[in-house]
């Protein structure tokens, strides 16, 4: 009998609890993939939610005043650790054009009404609604870093 668990039982339960363990490391793996995807995913759609709810704004009131231009830069300052090149140069390119906008309106407000008003209007206008097309187009921009099918 002492031959038998020597020889049979205590290597047998040996092996099983090295599977064990080996089975539980494997799954906390797994769940600690996961996790980290989950994670990822949240990271990034708060910067999408930063730049929807900005151009959001900008579509409802036509302008934006600082302080929401600072609260997009805030919610968007991680872009560059989260996504490839493109959706830092693409928010870059939003506030860029934002802050010109703005610059054209301050511009333009104390000049009486006449060609060069009416000119640097224009100009924010165009750059208005350039803003505002990208409010559709944003999901287009970001699906690519937000679905959970291409991470499987």
Not at 102 to 130: D, I, N
Request: aromatic residues 12%.
């Amino acid at each position: 009998m002492n031959e038998f668990i020597t020889l049979i039982l205590i290597p047998s339960v040996t092996a099983l609890l090295v599977a064990i363990v080996t089975w539980t490391g494997v799954q906390q793996h797994k769940l600690a993939k996961e996790k980290f995807k989950l994670d990822m995913f949240e990271k990034r759609f708060a910067v999408y939610k930063g730049v929807q709810e900005f151009l959001t704004i900008i579509l409802q009131e036509g302008k934006f005043d600082l302080n929401q231009l600072f609260e997009f830069r805030r919610k968007t300052q991680d872009s560059t650790f989260l996504f490839g090149k493109d959706i830092p140069q693409y928010i870059d390119g939003i506030d860029k054009r934002a802050l010109e906008m703005g610059s054209l309106e301050e511009r333009y407000k104390p000049l009486p009404v006449g060609q060069q008003r009416s000119e640097l209007c224009e100009e924010k206008t165009r750059l208005l609604r350039g803003l505002i097309d990208e409010l559709p187009r944003l999901k287009e921009v970001f699906v690519p870093y937000l679905r959970f099918d291409k991470w499987k």
